[in-house]
């Protein structure tokens, strides 16, 4: 499956932002899809995932709360809505999905699609 990710931007803090991860080429409803983000000088870190059947949703402990992982399987797309975020927030998103259900969760090396990211820039 091919993912591009959408939506971000420069917000300040305690703003919004939602980002999405429009996905074609296969059936998408059967993937399970997670977000990552990767702040500059840092490794790749987990942010969010969803199930392929939308239950259950996983999260990072820094955004319980703040960050609301959802998916439209009519228009094969996941979304990432950003509430209060902070500067730390600040970093390039990329979605990735994996058709293989038990692979949910949020070990990046299991998942096989990735899009190409969207920047995130939080200012303080």
């Known amino acids: 499956v091919q993912l591009q990710a959408c939506g971000g931007g420069l917000v300040q803090a305690g703003g919004s932002l939602r980002l999405a991860c429009a996905a074609s080429g296969r059936t998408f409803s059967r993937y399970t899809v997670a977000w990552f983000r990767q702040a500059p000088g840092k490794e790749r870190e987990f942010v969010a995932a969803?199930?392929?059947?939308?239950?259950?949703?996983y999260y990072v402990d820094s955004v319980k709360g703040r960050f609301t992982i959802s998916r439209d399987n009519a228009k094969s797309t996941v979304y990432l809505q950003m509430n209060s975020l902070k500067p730390e927030d600040t970093a390039v998103y990329y979605c990735?999905?994996?058709?293989?259900?038990?692979?949910?969760?949020?070990?990046?090396?299991?998942?096989?699609?990735w899009g190409q990211g969207t920047e995130v820039t939080v200012s303080s």
């Open positions: 990735a999905a994996d058709d293989v259900s038990s692979h949910f969760g949020r070990d990046s090396k299991k998942y096989d699609s």
């Open positions: 969803i199930h392929w059947s939308g239950y259950p949703t």
